[in-house]
């Protein structure tokens, strides 16, 4: 990782500046991104625009767009059902790479044909015009495939969600299990990664057949088809080991088994409601045996860590992805123009991966 500042990282995250597509203006040339102006069903209020360049202003840089993720929570947001409402009409992307294509005379720590990783908003885009500021310059890594520019483009959000559930709830030690649901998200996918690393044992709840193969390779103990019946096939599993700690992005009945799979003093942390279903649960087992309900969301600890947090999370996530240690799988990609397509496959059931935007073959 030579020529990596990891203070590079702490400038993009703690500027206050959003990216955004080039405005209206002059120059030659036009690029397409996506927008929407009324909340409701991504696959039918996005919409595909089209403006010209401009001129860069003071400071700005121009960045093509290599590749970008569909997240849930992108979807749940255009939805009107995450934590914060978009300012209408709002530019949906939450992270992705790029490569600069243009710099302003005052910017010095970037460089054409450097490669960077966005965020802030405005990322399902051909190109982005933004202060430079809000890039994150990455390290020369030599030629880049295809595959490694897809993998830095998922670097921002799903694998810190991994490491910092790991990391905040629970002091854990090697050879102690946990459990997880939507194992197969990309998520899912971190966390076993990361806990192998560790000698933490996983337990990955999923919700269909044909995922075990994948997700032992990948480092997995124990993969387990929800039920009824979830609590007990994750104790006859774990040799009545206790639980520690459960990760659950589901909601509805799969929370309440989580819940119910725990060790005494155990923790649950609730981070999605893929269900879209409220949770009941048995309250004399929290309390007698001592469970800790929590919940998480990166949105809110962008907002609140301090410098010493953000360098220490992002200097373990960024160098084992950037070494091919750490990855996700791709199910699908889409361009610009494919917008409904890409967004009505993220919203898919049985998909393997993450549906990305490649506005360009790479």
Known sequence: MKNFSIIAILTLFLSSISLAVAGDGSGEGSRKYIEFSQIGNPAEVLQIKQ????????GEVRVAV??????PSDLLQIAGKYGVDPVLP???GSEGVGRVLEVSAEVK?????????LAGG???????VAPAAGFLPLPNLGPLNAAMIEQLAMSAVNPLTALLMLNSFADLEEGQWI????ANSAVGGYVIQLAKQRGIKTVNVVRREGLA?????????????????LAAQIAKATGNAPVVLALDPVGGETYTRLADSLGYGGTLVAYGVLSGQPASLNTGKIIFNDISLRGFWLYKWYQTADMKTKQAAFGQIIPL????????DVDSRFTVDQITQAVSRAAAGGRNGKVLIVPKAL
Do not use: C, F, M
């Open 109 to 117: 720590h970037l460089a054409v044909g450097q490669l960077v990783l």
């Open 122 to 128: 405005g990322t399902w885009s051909e190109e982005i």
């Open 179 to 182: 459990v997880q649901s939507a």
């Open 66 to 71: 290599l590749a970008a993720p569909i997240n």
């Open 90 to 92: 709002y530019r949906p």
């Open 51 to 58: 403006e010209s360049a401009r001129a860069l202003a003071s």
């Open 213 to 229: 193969e994948e997700l032992l390779a990948k480092g997995a103990d124990v993969v387990l088809i929800d039920g009824p019946d």
């Open 321 to 328: 992805i950037a070494q091919g240690v750490l990855k996700a």
